[in-house]
C-alpha cells in the first residue's frame, strides 16, 4: 500500500472524530470538493472552511447515524479510489437510506487537492423527500 491510499484510509476507517481530524489535517488550503449533481449537497466547494460548512456541518446536523462505510480503496499514483456504502436516518423525515458511492482523490505533496463523489443521488432524494 502507498501513502496516498494510507492518508485515505485514515479519513475513514476511525471515529467519526478521528476520520475529520484527519481529513481537515490532510486537506490542501485550496483542495476542491465536488458533490455530485442531484445529490443535497450538489456543488463543488473550495478549501477546508466550505468544505466543512457546506457538506460536513450539514451530514452531521441533518443526518441520525450517517455513514460512509468503505470496502475498496484503489491506489493509481496521485489518485485514490474508495468504494462504499453511505447509510443513514434523514431527520426531518425519519427515512432511512443506503446508497454505493465511489470518491475520487488526487493527492499532491502528501495532501489532498481534489476529491469527486459518483453517487445513486436518486436512493439519498428517496430519505428526503416527505411522503406526499
Known sequence: MGANLDLIRATYEGSSEDNGRNLLAALAHDATWTEAEGFPYAGTYVGPDAIVAGVFHRLGTEWIGYN?????????????????????????????????????????DGKIVSMVQYVDTLLVNRAIVPDA
Open 68 to 108: 460512509a462505510k468503505v470496502h475498496t480503496l484503489m491506489e493509481d499514483g496521485n489518485r485514490v479510489a474508495a468504494f462504499g456504502i453511505y447509510s443513514g436516518t434523514y431527520k426531518a423525515t425519519g427515512k432511512s437510506m443506503t446508497a454505493h458511492f465511489a470518491h475520487l482523490y488526487e493527492v499532491r
